[in-house]
């Protein structure tokens, strides 16, 4: 299917009602000049997380057009109908959600002349019926007021409007089994390394790790690895069978690259767009979007372009090739099959157990991983969620 049909077919599910709102509680302002642009950038439906929150991710390309340099102040989320405000965005909070368009942090809200940022928006709901059918954006700023403007004046407008689309997500089986999994560089959090980055391909700005994950193995333990862990095959996920989501046809395979040793990432002078991602499998699944398996072993992909798959066929192992510090199986779905020129697509899993968290700092702030502190919950089974970073899970 065409990332472009399936882009359609999500807005034709609410277009109607979207419409209908527009017109209810829309109405014309005087116009007026508006020197940072705020352009929607890859909206995708809301997901419920194992958090038993609704996430909404989606971002706003913000373009200084005006004719002086612009300091952008605040952003609020406001409900598209009601003009209430969602969620608000300053100091620290907008900042920290800003990146330049090659992913890297923005250092403050200064905008030169024609310069563009992504500022990240990431909302959360405590029922799917709560979340609006539309949203728009107040940015406060200073910047030009008019095309001749000889200094800034303080600017508050509205820009940014869309239809948030609900439809049903594909549910996947997951693509490991036993217990021990943790969700790394996941969904929502902050320091994950996914949903933030940006990569310009084939002429197109792209997202399309946003929902990514990366699969590791606690074992009982609380370890990752056992001995030396500069030796791949001493990570307890290494060489653990991976599955079929979904029914699906094989739509390309990359096979033959060896194993990187644990530790640091590769030299970036010794990888290309065709091999940072390793040996890697892209499905196209029965539900018309793709999935997309990297970081394989060498040697252990079982299928090839053209085969058939059935949801929980093996397909290959996990290994550690391509851009990759340590054996891990790295997941995601996409609208195209380009693993990293498409559009992220949300997705939850249909039944796994959460069983318990890593707790943050004792992952993302140690420079080794044999500190994981691992915090007990009541085990519970989970259906029709996306595990949210690092959670722990189990599957049948």
């Avoid at 980055?197 to 002429?203: D, H, K």
Wanted: charged fraction near 20%.
């Amino acid at each position: 299917m065409n990332k472009s049909w399936i882009f359609l077919l999500c807005a034709s599910l609410s277009l109607a009602s979207c419409q209908d709102r527009k017109e209810n509680c829309s109405k014309h302002n005087e116009d007026q000049f508006t020197p940072i642009l705020a352009e929607i950038f890859e909206p995708t439906p809301p997901f419920p997380g194992t958090d038993n929150k609704y996430h909404l991710l989606y971002g706003l390309r913000l373009t200084n057009a005006g004719n002086l340099p612009a300091q952008l102040e605040s952003i609020e989320v406001l409900d598209g109908c009601e003009g209430k405000v969602v969620q608000a965005f300053s100091g620290n909070d907008l900042l920290s959600n800003l990146a330049h368009l090659n992913a890297t942090p923005a250092e403050s809200g200064n905008f030169d002349i024609d310069s563009s940022r992504i500022f990240f928006v990431k909302l959360a709901f405590d029922q799917k019926e709560k979340i609006p059918g539309s949203l728009k954006h107040r940015l406060k700023l200073k910047g030009s007021a008019g095309p001749g403007s000889k200094s800034q004046s303080s600017l508050t407008y509205e820009a940014g409007s869309f239809c948030v689309c609900k439809k049903d997500l594909p549910a996947l089986a997951l693509p490991l089994r036993g217990k021990g999994w943790i969700v790394f560089n996941g969904c929502c959090s902050s320091a994950g390394a996914h949903q933030n980055s940006l990569l310009p391909v084939n002429g197109t700005l792209y997202n399309a790790q946003r929902y990514a994950i990366d699969f590791m193995k606690l074992d009982d333990k609380g370890t990752l690895y056992s001995g030396d862990p500069s030796v791949p095959s001493n990570w307890h996920c290494y060489n653990e069978k991976v599955y079929a989501v979904e029914d699906g046809l094989v739509i390309s395979v990359l096979e033959g690259l060896e194993d990187q040793p644990p530790g640091a990432l590769p030299d970036p002078n010794s990888i290309t767009l065709k091999t940072v991602t390793g040996n890697h499998i892209i499905l196209k699944l029965s539900s018309g979007v793709y999935a997309f398996y990297a970081h394989l072993k060498k040697g252990s992909i079982r299928v090839k372009e053209g085969n058939s798959v059935s949801k929980g066929d093996e397909i290959a192992r996990v290994g550690n090739s391509g851009n990759t510090s340590a054996p891990h199986l790295h997941l995601h779905l996409m609208d195209a099959p380009s693993p990293i020129g498409s559009n992220p697509v949300a997705y939850t899993y249909d039944r796994f157990k959460l069983a318990g968290l890593i707790e943050e700092n004792s992952f993302y702030e140690h420079e080794n991983l044999d500190a994981l502190q691992v915090i007990t919950i009541p085990d519970e089974w989970r259906n029709h969620q996306l595990p949210l970073d690092l959670n722990i899970l189990e599957s049948d």
